[in-house]
């Protein structure tokens, strides 16, 4: 872990209220220093914070201001990522921090990744104490969520290697907007990641997040092609925006020839929120449509979420149909895989990560303090 920087921050309840050292920066000719954390490559003079805010050009180099600090840690299913072929029925230690390096109109979290005051984010944790919490507790893993955690990387890399070394699992909620050589370092440390892939326009992350569909895509081959990181893909259909059979249709086909079959994709509902208050929630129907499109173009395992669908929510056998996990939200109502998840009525192999026998954690979601460590002391 790097150390904190003398002068910055408060060093009062514990070392970790402070801005840490950042990786992945440069300086340029004009003496502003440019974050390669993201594709926005923020230029920075003394003082300017990136466009996430939580990135700061500090004493002649970039910090992170929100290492170990929190907007609060709950367990929860992990299904509620969503992530339903990782370890189904588990409970997952979550938690996020603030900002975010995307200005999505149609956020469904902004009071965490919009937030500017840092004082918001009270809950301050060292990665040894979220670790000994996550073990505590029984979960198998913990998630980077709420916010994303690629602006976050030098805190969220400590958490992940703190959580291996005591056999937990990390999890990564992501837009995948983040840079070729950040994403090696951040991969390396996660076990599974959920990607949101916003829609399959570049005029859609234009002008409703501020960014570009090219390096999402970039991550997700990469993902696939270079990691065995297991990952699973979620489309928020907004009404109007992005939910058309021509861009559902593109997206599939996109997905079924990169990525291939085995990738799960899940459809959620939008409801109105942030800046688009205006917008209708997103009809039943039309998630049951994308999924009907997805299928059609190959994909074996298609969701719907953020509506009670339990026959869109349920996996099924991709060679003879069976029901392997059935779902109503984020309970499990069947299991039929056998220990080396294959399917009991034909035997064939279900993509995934799975156990000898599913997790009975339910749809409960518990938020939790996390204590400090001894490791954890002033110095
Ligand atoms: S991580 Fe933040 S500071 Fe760095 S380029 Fe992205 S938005 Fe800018």
Redesign the pocket.
């Known amino acids: 872990m790097d150390q904190p920087i003398e002068g910055i921050g408060e060093r009062s309840d514990a070392v970790l209220r402070t801005a840490m050292p950042a990786r ?2 440069h300086r340029l000719e004009d003496g502003r220093i ?9 230029k ?1 003079h003394e003082g300017q ?8 050009r500090q004493h002649d180099q ?1 910090v992170l201001t929100t290492y170990g600090r929190s907007s609060g840690f709950c367990i929860d299913p992990i299904e509620k990522k969503p992530l339903v072929h990782f370890l189904p029925g588990t409970p997952v230690l979550s938690f996020g921090t603030a ?1 975010c ?1 995307l200005t999505c109109k149609f956020c469904q979290n902004w009071d965490i990744s919009k937030a500017r005051d840092l004082d918001r984010i009270q809950d301050v944790a060292s990665p040894a104490a979220i670790a000994e919490a996550a073990a505590r507790s029984g979960c198998r893993s913990v998630a980077f969520t709420y916010n994303d955690p ?2 976050f990387l030098e805190y969220a890399v400590d958490v992940a290697q703190a959580c291996r070394a005591r056999g937990i699992k990390t999890v990564a909620v992501s837009a995948g ?1 983040i ?1 070729p050589e950040p994403r090696v370092e951040f991969f390396r440390h996660m076990d599974a990641a959920n990607i949101d892939l916003k829609g399959f326009t570049e005029g859609f992350y234009k002008n409703l997040c501020t960014g570009k569909l090219t390096p999402v895509l970039e991550t997700l081959e990469y993902l696939k092609h270079q990691t065995n990181v297991w990952f699973e893909i979620t489309t928020l259909l907004i009404p109007g925006e992005n939910d058309s059979a021509a861009e559902i249709e593109a997206e599939s086909a996109w997905v079924m020839d990169r990525l291939g079959p085995d990738v799960p994709l899940h459809f959620t509902a939008f409801h109105p929120d942030w800046k688009m208050l205006d917008t209708p929630p997103t009809p039943p129907q039309t998630l049951r449509m994308a999924r009907r499109i997805a299928m059609q173009a190959g994909l074996h395992y298609v969701y719907t979420g953020n509506i009670h669908d339990p026959a869109g929510q349920t996996t099924y056998c991709h060679a003879c149909g069976a029901a392997l996990i059935g779902r109503d939200w984020y309970e499990l109502t069947a299991w039929n895989l056998s220990a080396d998840g294959a399917c009991l009525a034909c035997g064939t192999d279900c993509a995934g990560v799975f156990e000898v026998a599913p997790g009975r954690w339910g749809a409960r979601r518990q938020p939790i303090k996390v204590r400090a460590t001894a490791a954890d002391a002033p110095i």
């Open positions: 992945y920066w440019q974050c390669d954390v993201c594709p926005r490559y923020c920075l914070r990136g466009l996430c805010f939580v990135r700061a970039i900002g390096n690629v602006i907007y840079a």
